[in-house]
């Protein structure tokens, strides 16, 4: 039987699933996507009733019960053993690495202790993905908004901290990145702009602060905050039209 490390197997979420085996991808089917997920975004081992009663929530008990065996079945591969199966839980082994693990694991570092971070060697644009958007299970809806925030406030601090460290390069990416998850957020808007503004470029800091407006207005007929506008009026002239 072949050795499996935890290099070997990687299960990616985010902007869609994808398990590979050594850098290899292996197809997996949707049914068995479902667990795989599930079970990558749980802290603890899990009851085999509460799994099959999440993944197959208007299906009767037993048929549920019997649609889960099927699938830990289909999953079984020699020297891939993906699922920690017991009596009455299940767990994904401790060996996958998981994408939304490793991220949420440096998001917590990164809000707990920002001066003990290494910058240089975080990719803002690891946090710019939906978790799997071509699932529509009812579990994932507080799923993906439970990540979004850790994302936003994530990508906010990072922004922030490089700021203050003179990373003004990757401070962009960061605001960036955390606009695009949400352009209405203010405080994401607002730290885009502080990183123009640290890097000189006004011109990109009073365009980005009125496209932000018009799609306020456009969009919920709001004003951004008296701070904001100060923020701006505060660099350069600027006159609402």
Sequence with gaps: MVQTHRSD???????GFELRWRNEPIAVPVSSRRLLAFLALQDRPLHRAHVAGRLWPDTPELKAAANLRTVL???????????????????????????VRALERLAHRLLRDPLGVDLAAIDPRAWAGELLPDLWD????????????LSLHTLEALCRRCIDAGHIAQAV??????????????SANRLLIQAHLAEGN????VRHYMRYRDLLRRELRLEPSTFLSALIEASTPLTAP
């Design 173 to 186: 990416s960061a605001g960036m990145a955390a606009v695009q998850t949400e352009p209405l957020r203010e």
């Design 73 to 99: 079945w289909r999953l079984r591969r020699p020297g891939l053993d993906l699922i920690t199966c017991g009596a009455t839980h299940l767990a994904l082994h401790g060996w996958v690495w998981v994408d």
């Design 138 to 149: 009812s579990w994932l809806v507080f799923e993906r908004e439970r990540l979004r925030q």
């Design 202 to 205: 006004l011109s990109e800091a």
């Design 9 to 15: 197997v990687e299960l990616l979420l985010l902007r």
